[in-house]
Each structure stands twice: as C-alpha cells, then as structure tokens.
C-alpha cells in the first residue's frame, strides 16, 4: 500500500514569494490533516479536512495561507506572501479515521 | 500551554539495554496516546498507542506504560538496538473537540554499538 505522498520534498525561495505544497494521502482515507513542524518541536495542526470540508482551520494563519481539497482526496497548502518565520518542515497525514495517522515525508521549505 | 511535554531532548544508552522515554500530559480528556518514531528526513512513523482506559500495551520490544493518575506515559523499549537512533514524539488524541494529535516536543534517542 502506497504511503502519504508530499511534493516538493525542499522549497527555497525568497521571501514575498508565492509558494505551494501538495499531498497525496493514502487511498481511502478520508481524514487529512496539514501540520507545521519547526526545528526541534513537534508537529502542530494547521488545518484538518474532513473528505473535501476544513472542518478545523482555527490555526491556519487565514492572512497568509490557503488550502484546498478539491474531490476530497489530493490537497494543496499555499502560502502568499511567504515570510522568514515561515521556513519549516510541512507534513501532511492521512487517517481513515480515529487517532492513527499516518504522515508523508513532509515538504521542507527555507524562506530567504 | 504545552499539554503535552517530553522532558528529556536527548537519551543515550547501550545496544542490548533498555530504553526509557518519557511523557506527561495536562488535558484528562485525552483518549488516546500515541508514539511516533522520525528518522531525519523522513515523516513521523505510528510506533505505537495506548487507549486511556488501558495502563499497558505491548507490541515486540516496544512497550507503552500509561499512568493516569500522574498524567504520565512512558515508552520502553527492550533491547536498545542501534537502528532505534531517532526522534521519539509523544502524541495525544482527543476523541471530541479538535480531534487531531497534540504533539510534544520530542526525545532524541541514541543507541550505542
């Protein structure tokens, strides 16, 4: 059974730049969960989807970021303007529901 | 607020010799309690869980204690086997409310040869 799948695995860009991560979860789950990972912490949800409805996104930054679940299975994070403070690892995890969640090797992204 | 904390940034033992990490938690309305494994580079890897209503779950070397009283949760590992160098993060679920894992802050675990 294929994993999470995340791209791009490394972003680098400038700082005002647009940029966007992608997620393929695991066929059949219908829970998917953005989480930003930074250096020497543990993972913290972002936005989580319910099939193709955020049904938590009360810790998306609403100013800056976007995300979507078209046909509630790929799912894209956008971030506009990016910011220095916005380098960190993205992870993006499926569940088929209830508390195992299964994580993709994450988007690392360095903001200059 | 942390709910979730993992004191120890970094744990070092012999290959052979039982590891022991640890995790406490402030929220008593967690269900479950989950641990995750992180090589660098990669994603967190589901090592292991225990439900709330349970003070022990055992699977291979890996075992996970829960002690609800002390809001306390520990992950032994028996033996220490080098390819267990990783990150170890403790993680809790709420089975109301956000309904997604709160996560500490992670122990770095060396396996010496």
């Known amino acids: 059974e294929a994993g999470v799948v995340q791209s791009p695995r490394y972003k680098i860009i400038e700082k005002k730049q647009p940029v966007a991560f992608w997620c393929n979860p695991i066929s059949g789950h219908n829970t998917l969960y953005w989480y930003l990972q930074n250096l020497g912490q543990g993972p913290e949800l972002l936005i989580r989807?319910?099939?193709?409805?955020?049904?938590?996104d009360s810790q998306l930054p609403k100013d800056r970021f976007s995300a979507e679940r078209l046909k509630g299975v790929d799912s894209t994070l956008k971030i506009q303007p990016a910011e220095l403070g916005d380098s960190a690892v993205y992870l993006c995890a499926s569940s088929p529901g209830g508390e195992t969640q299964y994580f993709g090797p994450g988007t690392r992204l360095l903001v200059l | 607020d942390q709910q979730v904390k993992q004191n120890s940034p970094s744990l070092s033992v012999q290959e052979g010799r039982i590891s022991i990490l640890n995790c406490d938690y402030t929220?008593?309305?967690?269900?479950?309690f989950l641990w995750y494994k992180k090589y660098p580079a990669e994603g967190p890897t589901f090592l292991i869980s225990?439900?709330?209503?349970?003070d022990k779950n055992e699977d291979g070397r890996f075992t996970v204690f829960l002690n609800k009283s002390a809001k306390h949760l520990s992950l032994h590992i028996v033996p220490s086997q080098p390819g267990d160098s990783a990150v170890y993060f403790c993680?809790?679920?709420?089975?109301?409310?956000?309904?997604?894992?709160?996560f500490g802050s992670g122990t770095r675990l060396q396996v010496q040869p």
């Open positions: 225990i439900s709330s209503i349970k």
């Open positions: 993680a809790a679920w709420g089975n109301t409310g956000r309904r997604a894992l709160t």
């Open positions: 929220n008593s309305m967690f269900d479950y």
């Open positions: 989807y319910e099939n193709e409805e955020a049904v938590d």
